[in-house]
């Protein structure tokens, strides 16, 4: 299979999980499609060694740190990004549909710092070992349990309440 034809079918298949991970980790609907845009684009630079070295897992792993590490590098880069506003619009939700459990579960992700964000939605959300984040990341296996323990605390105190209607419903 040609090259170009190979890429393309990899990025389809997959561009719509990597735009989950992103969203959940930076909390931005566009920022996370810029995320999966540059994850793409660096990977393409480097597809034909990339495609001969890995296997589909590999790739997919591979795809998952450049994202991560691109999210990380532009946290670290980037200023306040935030805008002043007085009042804050209404979300619009229909009763019982789930977009408030959603609403409710991104709002506190965007509360963690960005490495413990990586950690949750890596372990949680991708439904990696302890070893597989501390790969993705980095970081020894005790550095990724130590950030997961302080990170699901924090959501517990940034849920309160909430945690009743997220767990019981």
């Known amino acids: 299979m040609d090259e170009a034809l190979a890429f393309e079918e990899f990025a389809s298949t997959r561009a719509r999980r990597l ?3 992103a969203y959940l980790m930076c909390g931005d609907w566009h920022q996370a499609q810029d995320l999966v845009q540059t994850t ?3 990977m393409f630079s480097v597809w034909g060694r990339l495609r001969r070295g890995q296997d ?3 790739l997919d792993a591979y795809a998952r740190k450049v994202l991560l590490r691109t999210y990380l590098s532009q946290k ?4 306040s990004t935030e805008i002043v506003a ?3 619009p209404e979300p619009a939700a ?3 549909d789930g977009s408030d459990l959603r609403l409710t579960l991104t709002a506190a992700l965007r509360q963690l710092p960005p ?3 990586a950690v949750v939605v890596l372990r949680y959300l991708e439904d990696n070992s302890i070893e597989a984040v501390a790969e993705t990341l980095g970081i020894s296996t005790s550095a990724v349990k130590s950030l997961n323990t302080r990170s699901l605390a924090k959501l517990r105190d940034i849920l309160g309440e909430d945690r009743e209607f997220l767990f019981h419903s």
């Open 76 to 79: 670290r880069l980037r200023r």
């Open 56 to 58: 589909e897992p590999g």
């Open 40 to 42: 793409l684009a660096k």
């Open 115 to 117: 490495r413990n964000r």
């Open 19 to 21: 735009f989950q991970v």
């Open 94 to 96: 229909a009763p019982g």
């Open 86 to 88: 007085a009042e804050l």
